[in-house]
C-alpha cells in the first residue's frame, strides 16, 4: 500500500550486521491519531557489515567495514555511487547541512568532501592508529576527532589542517558537540568527559557505570545516553556537574543507536516543547519517544511507535520531513557559531579548503532506484 507522503513526519534509517541499509517513514495517521513506522526501502550493496551511516537534509551516507562509503539520494530515492578513499573500516560519518561531508577510518585520516562534486577536498592525517569518533562544529569550522591512540584532535576545517591536539590517556569512543556548540563531550568506555570550548578542559564528568555504545543531546544541556543494558539514561549538564536526572527501560538488549530531533507537529512544523527520540537496540527493535522538555526529569518518555526490523542493528540516523528542515534552517546562529564567524573567515570563504583533484580516488557508480 502507498504511503501518503502528507502525513510522512520522519525518515529513519539503520544499519546491521546482514550488511544491509534499512531505510523506515514515520507516519501519523488522523483518524486514530496514532503514529506508525513502516519500511520504506533496503539496500544490500555493501558486503561488509554497516558500521555508521549519517542523513542530511537530502543525503544519506553509509560506511562500512568493507572500507567503503555507499551515498544515496535520499529525495529522488536513488543511490549515487561509492566512495573508495579509505584504506579501513569506516568509523564515523558526519555531514554539515548538504554541502559538506567527513568520514573517518581505522586508516587513521578523516577525509573532507564536497557534496556536490564529491571530491575528496582534503585529507586530514595526525591519528596514528584507527578514528573512532567524529563531529563538526555546528559552525562548520571546527572538528574534532578521538581515536585509539588515546588523543583527542582539534581541526580548523578553514584552513584544512590540525589545530592542536590533547593527549587524553585513554581511547575514546565518542566525540560530540553540544547543539549550541558551547561545549563538547568525549565518552571513554562509560565516562562522559564535558569540556569547555574557551579552556579546552574537562568541566565536569560522571560515570554511567555501563560501557556506552549511544549518545546524542536533547537539549543544548541535557543528553540521552544508551550502553550495555536495557535502558536510556537522561544526564543534565552545569557548569560543574554532571547529574542523571532519568532513567528508563527502553529495550531488551542493548542500546545501539540514539537519534533526537524536534518532535514534528500534525501540520508538519517541528514542535518547540517536545523533542523525539530514536532508539535503536540489538534486539532488533526501533522505538519512536516523545520527551516533553521542560518535564524531562518527572515523566517518562512515552513511547509513539516501534517496529521489528528482525536485524542485528548497528547503527541509526534520522531525516527530519522537508517542512520541519525548512523551519530549522531559518533559525538564527548561536552566540558560538557568530563569534567563530567573526575569527575565522569572512562569509565568502568556504567551510574547507580545496585540494588538488589528483588526491581523489572515489568513484560513482550509474544511479539506481532503491529497493522498496
Not at 520504506?40 to 553509509?62: E, M, P, Q, R
Not at 543494558?229 to 537522561?234: D, Q, W
Request: hydrophobic share 35%; glycine share 6%; proline share 3%.
Amino acid at each position: 500500500m502507498a504511503i501518503d507522503q502528507d502525513k510522512v513526519c520522519l525518515n529513519i534509517i539503520a544499519g546491521c550486521y546482514e550488511r544491509t541499509v534499512l531505510g523506515y517513514e514515520v507516519t501519523y495517521n488522523e483518524k486514530s491519531e496514532k503514529y506508525s513506522i513502516q519500511a520504506k526501502f533496503t539496500d544490500n550493496s555493501h558486503i561488509g557489515y554497516v558500521k555508521t551511516i549519517a542523513a542530511s537534509n537530502n543525503l544519506l551516507a553509509s560506511g562500512s567495514t568493507d572500507e567503503t562509503i555507499h551515498l544515496y539520494n535520499l529525495q529522488s530515492n536513488t543511490e549515487l555511487g561509492t566512495l573508495l578513499q579509505h584504506d579501513g573500516t569506516i568509523t564515523c560519518l558526519c555531514f554539515h547541512a548538504d554541502s559538506h561531508m567527513i568520514s573517518s577510518s581505522e586508516d587513521g585520516t578523516l577525509c573532507v568532501w564536497d557534496t556536490n562534486s564529491w571530491d575528496c577536498m582534503k585529507t586530514l592525517k595526525g591519528h596514528k592508529g584507527g578514528v573512532n569518533s567524529i563531529a563538526i562544529h555546528p559552525s562548520g569550522k571546527l572538528a574534532l576527532s578521538v581515536g585509539v591512540d588515546k588523543t583527542l584532535r582539534t581541526w580548523n576545517l578553514l584552513k584544512g589542517r590540525a589545530a592542536y591536539t590533547t593527549n587524553i590517556k585513554q581511547a575514546a569512543d565518542h566525540v560530540l558537540w553540544s547543539p549550541d556548540g558551547e561545549l563538547y563531550i568525549v565518552v571513554i568506555e562509560g565516562v562522559i568527559n564535558v569540556y569547555n570550548i574557551t579552556t579546552a578542559s574537562i568541566a565536569c564528568t560522571t560515570n554511567c557505570k555501563k560501557r556506552i555504545n549511544a549518545v546524542t543531546f536533547i537539549t543544548d544541556r541535557v543528553v540521552a545516553v544508551g550502553g550495555e543494558g536495557n535502558n536510556i539514561s537522561l544526564y543534565e549538564i552545569t557548569k560543574s556537574e554532571v547529574t542523571c536526572i532519568h532513567d528508563f527501560e527502553a529495550h531488551d538488549n542493548r542500546i545501539k543507536g540514539l537519534k533526537c530531533v524536534p518532535a514534528c507537529t500534525v501540520s508538519g512544523k517541528p514542535s518547540k516543547s517536545h523533542r523525539w527520540l530514536v532508539s535503536a537496540s540489538s534486539d532488533g527493535y526501533i522505538k519512536l519517544w516523545s520527551l516533553q522538555i521542560n518535564k524531562l526529569q518527572e515523566e517518562s518518555p512515552s513511547l509513539l511507535a516501534e517496529i521489528s526490523t528482525t536485524a542485528r542493528l548497528t547503527c541509526v540516523t534520522v531525516r527530519p520531513t522537508v517542512k520541519a528542515m525548512d523551519t530549522e534552517m531559518e533559525k538564527p546562529q548561536t552566540k558560538a557559531t557568530m563569534a567563530l564567524d567573526e575569527r575565522k573567515a569572512s562569509p565568502k570563504q568556504p567551510a574547507v579548503k580545496r585540494t588538488k583533484a589528483s588526491d581523489h580516488k572515489g568513484g560513482k557508480s550509474k544511479k539506481k532506484k532503491m529497493k522498496p
